[in-house]
Structure formats: structure tokens, C-alpha cells
């Protein structure tokens, strides 16, 4: 199986416009993955990790966006005890 490294997220305004969730992200190699095609291939058994500033963590799917009465689905996250440096929210714009 294939391990990927993220450096950057794209973002889109959630339905109702009160926050921004991650579209998609964006690998080391410039490529773009929307949120579903990375779902996709962590079920497919392959491992998506962030990687920022000698951090990384893995990446999860989980059913919804976090945010309360958002349903973006699926959806992606790194363990909330990860350092702020790898988390998929705080990575850079790609």
C-alpha cells in the first residue's frame, strides 16, 4: 500500500457560510485529492499522513465536519492531541 504526505488544504465556505471546512488536500507532490477521493483510498488501505515543520500525523475519516450542524460528508482529521503544527486545519493553503 502507498503512504501520501499532505502540506496543504483547500477550504470551502459550509453551506450556511459560518466557517470554512477542508475541500481537499494537497500532497507533496502538488497533486490535489478532494476530501472523498482521500476517504477512498485510506478504506482502499493506503496511509495519508500531514507533514509540517518535522511534524506529521495520520489522517482519519470520520462521517461529518466537526463543526456543530454541518454535514460536509466524509470528512478528514488528524488525533486531536496532535501538535498544531500537523493538524489538517492549520496546514497551509494549497
Given amino acids: 500500500m502507498a503512504t501520501y504526505t ?29 476530501r472523498t477521493q482521500v476517504v477512498a483510498s485510506i478504506d482502499a488501505g493506503n496511509t495519508w499522513k ?10 482519519e475519516p470520520i462521517k461529518y465536519c466537526p463543526k456543530p450542524n454541518c454535514y460536509a460528508t466524509p470528512y478528514i482529521k488528524t488525533k486531536p492531541d496532535s501538535t498544531k503544527k500537523d493538524n489538517l486545519e492549520n496546514l497551509d493553503l494549497c
Fill in 6 to 34: 499532505v502540506t496543504g488544504v483547500r477550504k470551502e465556505p459550509s453551506a450556511d457560510r459560518s466557517h470554512e471546512h477542508i475541500e481537499g488536500v494537497c500532497t507533496s507532490t502538488g497533486t490535489h485529492y478532494t
Fill in 50 to 59: 500531514t507533514s509540517a515543520d518535522g511534524y506529521e500525523a495520520t489522517i
